[in-house]
């Protein structure tokens, strides 16, 4: 399976509502060793929410404050996306991924230091 | 965030990073500092065992063998064509970095061996030889 095989992909609770497209995928390092490495990255959830223009600009960062113009909009719209952990993937369609439970059920990402 | 238990019995956060924000379209640097592609797309595989559980990143996919997929449509289409027509090998594939090779993810990812190892450069050094280096005048570009 590739990455780009999950991003964009539309998601569904087992209701069949829509809980909104892939975004990202977050990656945790606490797999098995790898080569020079040390542990490899494992995928710990789908970030999963509407679709947002500047989904991919880093206002989910904790570090991101500015432009406040830019940001303040931004973080209000992000705050509909919503994490999907590993475990409730139920079902890997080619552009649909099923998952156990409600969307209700989701919590936000908790957002990652700027790097 | 969750935590484990480190050197001494400290507890030590694991790291985390969102693939699509802090992996893709990086530049890749050889263990020399020379430019050797970008982060195109990552190859996840599932778990050693029955196959359940979280996949795991094996490898880095590079070129535009991976670049076509993500593009998608007709413009991935025509690229994933023109690569697979261009390509010396019959059944061509995206270039593979194993993740084991990984040294460094930052403003760039870094990896431990040099990009002559990788076979990164089959694809570039096949059009170089066959396509570019047959264009009158193409062997005297400057070193």
Known sequence: MRLSELLHSRVVDAAGNDVGRVHDVRLVQDGPLVGTFGAAFRVEGLIVGPAIAGARLGYRRSGMTGPFLLAAPLRRLHRRVKFVPWDRVAELGRDTISISGSADDLDEPEPLPTA | ?143
């Open chain 2, 1 to 143: 965030m969750s935590e484990h238990v480190g050197w001494a019995g400290r507890p030590r956060r694991l790291r985390r990073l969102d693939a699509g924000l802090s992996l893709l379209d990086r530049q890749i640097l050889d263990r020399d500092g020379r430019l050797s592609g970008k982060v195109d797309d990552l190859e996840l595989t599932p778990p050693e065992g029955d196959g359940s559980g979280p996949p795991v990143v094996t490898a880095i996919l590079s070129g535009p063998g991976a670049l076509a997929r993500r593009l998608r449509g007709s413009v991935g289409a025509w690229l994933e064509s023109v690569h697979s027509r261009l390509h010396p090998s019959a059944e061509p594939g995206p270039a593979r970095i194993p993740f084991g090779v990984v040294k460094e993810i930052a403003a760039t990812v870094g990896l431990s061996v040099r990009k002559d190892d990788l076979e990164l450069s089959r694809f570039e050094d096949w059009t170089r030889d066959h396509i570019i280096g047959r264009i009158p005048g193409a062997r005297h570009a400057p070193e």
